[in-house]
T-cell receptor, first 114, second 115 residues
Framework: AQSVTQLGSHVSVSEGALVLLRCNYSSSVPPYLFWYVQYPNQGLQLLLKYTTGATLVKGINGFEAEFKKSETSFHLTKPSAHMSDAAEYFC????????????FGSGTQLTVLP | SAVISQKPSRDICQRGTSLTIQCQVD?????MFWYRQQPGQSLTLIATANQGSEATYESGFVIDKFPISRPNLTFSTLTVSNMSPEDSSIYLC????????????FGQGTRLTVV
């Protein structure tokens, strides 16, 4: 079984500041890890994913995340926040081998202050 | 990528009635899933829609309440039966091209309000 914990249901940053959204996972097998973004009244869009290989993965819109097995973490970062980054962010894990049957974290609402 | 169309995008329904949500994909996919997102909550997997056979339901979800059909590789429906206000949620269709695909795509969701 796998689970995901997102620390901080709400995060506020100033425009231009660093964005850091935290995600820790639990999995009995090597996990696949994902970050999705959900804008108001829209579905989910994949930001980035880790499957195998390089532990630092880059995604769309300037986001990146680093898989740290020793810390069971997959934190999402962006060097400089933009107003358009305001959205709900979900970390998710699946059993290695597929993106099916994702287990999602509780989500983090990111607010970007002018 | 895959383009997913869900209908309706939103609906307001009377308690005790049923609503069928449609999910249409622009290309054939192996895996189709239905998720529920309750107000202010994360997504929870309801079931995997299997073509030509009964859907595989997750713990806490049953076929009588959430019957699912999948007649082909591009289409699926989810019915929310005998609705109550507790069923008010966003229902999302998700697809993955293959059983070993590393990316799942999501539809825009159906926002259901039961009154």
């Amino acid at each position: 079984a796998q689970s995901v914990t997102q620390l901080g249901s709400h995060v506020s940053v100033s425009e231009g500041a660093l964005v850091l959204l935290r995600c820790n996972y639990s999995s009995s097998v090597p996990p696949y890890l994902f970050w999705y973004v959900q804008y108001p009244n829209q579905g989910l869009q994949l930001l980035l994913k880790y499957t195998t290989g390089a532990t630092l993965v880059k995604g769309i819109n300037g986001f990146e995340a680093e898989f740290k097995k020793s810390e069971t973490s997959f934190h999402l970062t962006k060097p400089s926040a933009h107003m358009s980054d305001a959205a709900e962010y979900f970390c998710a894990v699946s059993l290695a081998g597929s993106a099916r049957q994702l287990t999602f974290g509780s989500g983090t609402q990111l607010t970007v202050l002018p | 990528s895959a383009v997913i169309s869900q209908k309706p995008s939103r609906d307001i329904c009377q308690r005790g009635t049923s609503l069928t949500i449609q999910c249409q994909v622009d290309s054939q996919v192996t895996m189709m899933f239905w998720y529920r997102q309750q107000p202010g909550q994360s997504l929870t997997l309801i079931a995997t829609a299997n073509q030509g056979s009964e859907a595989t339901y997750e713990s806490g979800f049953v076929i009588d309440k959430f019957p699912i059909s999948r007649p082909n590789l591009t289409f699926s429906t989810l019915t929310v039966s005998n609705m109550s206000p507790e069923d008010s949620s966003i229902y999302l269709c998700s697809v993955a091209r293959g059983a070993l695909s590393t990316e799942a795509f999501f539809g825009q969701g159906t926002r259901l309000t039961v009154v």
